[in-house]
Every structure is written in structure tokens, then in C-alpha cells.
């Protein structure tokens, strides 16, 4: 392809500039679920003047008030038992808070990590690949921003590949067992206590399902309530966080357990069509483990509080719908096929997200600004370009999806964010490549192994997936956090940040 076609590729890959438009249906959605909180936001201020008027009350003014409420005694039944009413309903009806007491990131063993060199050369052996694919292959890797320590699954290290079923469901274990045993060895909470197992895989999804090979590996009880999520792409980690959410709010003092990994073995493309061969560069072999709960006990030694998770489905645009696409080529080789639109859309759900997930966490002064430039737009300027909200001031702490060194380029970019903002994603994908939905989990582990974390800190989790979705999730940490044992960064940490290669 000569450079000019380059060029234009490039740009139709960039995401689009969230300073042109704003959906304003997205923010009143936003709106909405501020406002379903007012009733609290308005009680509160209540209860501190009432109690500031009480404590300017002398003995006379008491004495004079019970005189009164002797001769209004029905009047006070009455309001006594609207109070009692009022309390009853907002304590059953009130959210209960969802603790993260610890998660856990699978690290591979030494012996499948995939160097650049010894990625190329396996691919040329496999004779499945033309000169040009190889070429194309060399050049996503150079430019993915992937180190050279990333896993591939052991069915890949063969000459031949060896992929079948058996293998598939080897290394599903292999990443599974591995996160859920450092898990329950890090929180010492016995298997038996979990009522709530979710578990998200996007391309494997066997018979039994992954979650009841969990059921069975751990003997968890009869009564358990397990789900499993297949084809919901990069972000179904977030949305195996909401479900869990939902459940817990459902099922009183519990265990809930999310797991999220993505199966390689059976889903290497062995074509020669430029689109589908880019996930074979880019994704890695990775999964996490995480332990939430609503027991009130699990507050004092959980590390954080899930405060939002907001989610949003393109799947109503075709274009969106296609973008990422398993299919077969014109030989019969099945792939994911990744659309050259594929940043747009990314750029759309984002901005549509973000603009949802802005009234529930921008301080007062940002939502105020975003919603007059807003207003100002539609009714007077249309091409006034509306104010993008600081969400540096929302959150200490951003986890963006490792889906690839251009995504978090352009997050950085759109989202006015600092280097150090997205380090821990720059890392992630170094280190471990694109390990799809879990790749969050392997970010915020970076944060607290450079001791970055502090009580207080909001952490916001974001990730694109298929379909197309983009989900987010904001967390807020209990204390100030250090790195879990056998954290995945546990004996390397102090080589990162490495200097990347533009």
C-alpha cells in the first residue's frame, strides 16, 4: 500500500473529536440519575439545620414546646408516622454498598512468553501466512506497543500449532484456577461462602460452560447463582461487575465472584485478510479473579467501594454492530475482523458514555460550565464547540482499556489527560498485551504496586468491547492500597515505566 493510502487509513482510524458534538440525550439521562438522588442530597442539608436549631434552644424554649406539642398530639402521631414511614422506605429501598475486598491477575509461566523474533519465525513456519501478511504482521507489532514478555497459549508454541477443544479448555483452566487460587489464598474465604459466580468469555463458551468448570473444580454449593457471559467483547468485564452489582443487592450477605478472561487457543487466525490478522498480534494470554461482597464486616478490610458503573450499546448502527466481527474469509478460515471504522465508533460510545457518566461524578463547577456551553450551542451557536469537563478533577486514578497503543493515544488526547494518567495502561499493554477484558484489572494492579493509591482515590475503569459497547466503572478506594501477594507486577514493578519506542 503506498503511503498516501496510509495516510487516509490513519485518519479514518483516529477518533472522532469529542469537541464537535455532544448527544444531549446522554445527558439527560446523566441528569436523571443525579436528580434520583436528590431526595438524600436534599435530606442531608435538612438534618444539619434542624440540628443547628436545636442546639441554639434554651430550657425555655423546650418547655414551651412541650406545652405545644401536648395540645397537638394527633398532629404529631401523624408526623411521626409519615417519619417512620419515610425512614422505613428509604432503608429498604437505598442501595446497598458493594465492596471489592481483593481481585487476582493470572500470570503465565516463563516458557509462553512470545518475543517478537520468536513470534515472526513460528508464523513463518507454519507456512499458513503469505510474504505480505508477514510483513503486515511485523508492523502491527512494532507499532502495538507491546513488549517482549508477553504469553501466548501453549497450543501456540508448537511447530505446527496444536490448536483443539482439550487444549482450549487447558488453558482456560490454567488462567481460571490460577487467578481464582491466588484469590482465595490472598482473602483466605472459603469456596463453599460464594453465592454468586459471573463468568465473561468472549470466544470460548464449551459445554459444560466455564462457569461450571468452576463449579466443579472448587465444589461450590448446590444453590449457587452462576452466569456466563460469551460475545460480549473487551468490556464484558464491566458488565460482569454490574450483573454481579444487581445480585448483590438481591441476595443479603453474601460472596460474589467475577472472573474474566478471553480464550486464545482455538481463536488464532491462520488467513491471510489484512483485518483479521491484527488480533493475532495483539492479543495475549491474561484473566482475573475479582471477590465482591455486601457484608457490612467485609468493609474494614475491602480495598474499594463501587460508587457507578454506567454502560453503552451501539448496537442499534450497523457500522457499529460489524465493527468487530468474527466471521470466515474467502477461504474458510475463521477470525475476528476488526473494521477500519473501528476508532470512530469507539470515539462515539465513549463520548456518549462519558457524557452519561459526567453529572454523577464532575464536581458542580465543570457540570455548570458543560451544560451552559451546551445549551448555549443548541439554542444560539451551533458551531460553538461545546466545554469538555476536566475529569481530572473527577478521578485520581484512569484505567483505559489495553485494547492498543493508538486507543489509549487518543483517549490521552480527547480526554486531556497527563502521561502519568495513562501509564498504567501504556504498562499493561507492555507487559501483557491485550488480555481483553481483565486488562483493567492488570492497570489497577500497576497503581497500587507503584503505591500510587490512597484512601479516598476514585478510580475510573473503562473498556470497549464488541457489539458495540462502552462500559464504565468507578471505584473509590477504602484505604490506602498496596499490591495483593503474587500480584501479577510483584517482581518487576521497578523496571516500569520502560521508555516506549515512538
Known amino acids: 500500500m503506498d503511503s498516501g493510502g496510509e495516510i487516509r487509513i490513519h485518519q479514518t482510524r483516529r477518533l472522532p473529536d469529542f469537541l464537535q458534538s455532544v448527544n444531549l440525550k446522554y445527558v439527560k439521562l446523566g441528569y436523571h440519575y443525579l436528580i434520583s438522588n436528590l431526595l438524600t442530597l436534599c435530606f442531608i442539608p435538612l438534618m444539619i439545620i434542624t440540628s443547628i436549631e436545636a442546639s441554639q434552644m434554651n430550657l425555655d424554649d423546650l418547655r414551651h414546646l412541650w406545652l405545644h406539642l401536648q395540645y397537638n398530639l394527633v398532629s404529631i402521631i401523624i408526623c411521626s408516622a409519615f417519619l417512620v414511614f419515610g425512614l422505613t422506605v428509604y432503608i429498604m429501598t437505598r442501595p446497598r454498598p458493594v465492596y471489592l475486598v481483593d481481585y487476582a491477575c493470572f500470570r503465565a509461566p516463563d516458557n509462553l512468553k512470545a518475543p517478537f523474533d520468536r513470534f515472526m519465525e513460528h508464523s513463518r513456519l507454519t507456512g499458513d501466512f503469505d510474504e505480505s501478511s508477514l510483513e503486515f504482521q511485523r508492523k502491527i507489532l512494532e507499532r502495538s506497543g507491546l513488549g517482549e514478555e508477553t504469553y501466548v497459549p501453549e497450543a501456540m508454541t508448537y511447530i505446527p500449532p496444536r490448536p483443539s477443544m482439550a487444549a482450549a479448555r487447558e488453558e482456560a483452566e490454567q488462567v481460571m484456577f490460577g487467578a481464582l487460587d491466588n484469590l482465595f489464598a490472598n482473602t483466605n474465604v472459603n469456596p463453599k461462602n460464594i453465592g454468586i459466580l459471573v463468568v465473561n468469555c468472549s470466544l470460548f463458551n464449551p459445554t459444560p460452560s466455564l462457569s461450571a468448570m468452576i463449579v466443579n473444580k472448587y465444589k461450590l454449593r448446590g444453590n449457587i447463582r452462576s452466569f456466563n457471559l460469551g460475545g460480549m467483547g473487551c468490556s464484558a468485564g464491566v458488565i460482569a461487575v454490574d450483573l454481579a452489582k444487581d445480585l448483590l443487592q438481591v441476595h443479603r450477605n453474601t460472596y460474589a465472584v467475577v472472573v474474566s478472561t478471553e480464550n486464545i487457543t482455538q481463536n488464532w487466525y491462520f488467513g491471510n485478510k489484512k483485518s483479521m490478522l491484527i488480533p493475532n498480534c495483539l492479543f495475549r ?136 494518567h495513562v501509564e498504567a495502561s501504556r504498562m499493561t499493554l507492555h507487559r501483557f498485551g491485550n488480555t481483553s477484558s481483565s486488562s483493567i484489572w492488570y492497570e489497577l494492579a500497576y497503581v497500587e504496586a507503584k503505591r500510587r493509591m490512597r484512601k479516598g482515590n476514585r478510580v475510573w475503569q473503562i473498556a470497549f468491547g464488541s457489539g458495540f459497547k462502552c462500559n464504565s466503572a468507578v471505584w473509590e478506594a477504602l484505604r490506602n492500597v498496596k499490591q495483593s501477594r503474587n500480584g501479577p507486577w510483584e517482581d518487576c514493578i521497578d523496571k516500569y515505566p520502560v521508555k516506549l519506542v515512538a
Request: net charge positive; with cysteine.
Open 285 to 420: 494470554v491474561g484473566g482475573s479473579a475479582v471477590l465482591l461482597s455486601n457484608r457490612s464486616g467485609d468493609k474494614k478490610r475491602a480495598k474499594y467501594k463501587l460508587v457507578h458503573v454506567v454502560r453503552t450499546h451501539r448496537g442499534a448502527d450497523d457500522k457499529a454492530f460489524r465493527c468487530v466481527y468474527q466471521e470466515q474469509d474467502d477461504a474458510g478460515k475463521t477470525g475476528v475482523s476488526l473494521s477500519k471504522d473501528l476508532m470512530a465508533i469507539a470515539g462515539e460510545a465513549l463520548k456518549a458514555n462519558i457524557t452519561t457518566l459526567g453529572p454523577l461524578v464532575l464536581p458542580i463547577s465543570e457540570q455548570l460550565l458543560f451544560f451552559a456551553t451546551l445549551v448555549v450551542k443548541k439554542l444560539f451557536n451551533k458551531k460553538m464547540k461545546p466545554y469538555i469537563p476536566d475529569f481530572k478533577l473527577a478521578f485520581d486514578h484512569f484505567c483505559i482499556h489495553a485494547g492498543g497503543r493508538a486507543v489509549i493515544d487518543e483517549l490521552e488526547k480527547n480526554l486531556q489527560l497527563l502521561p502519568v
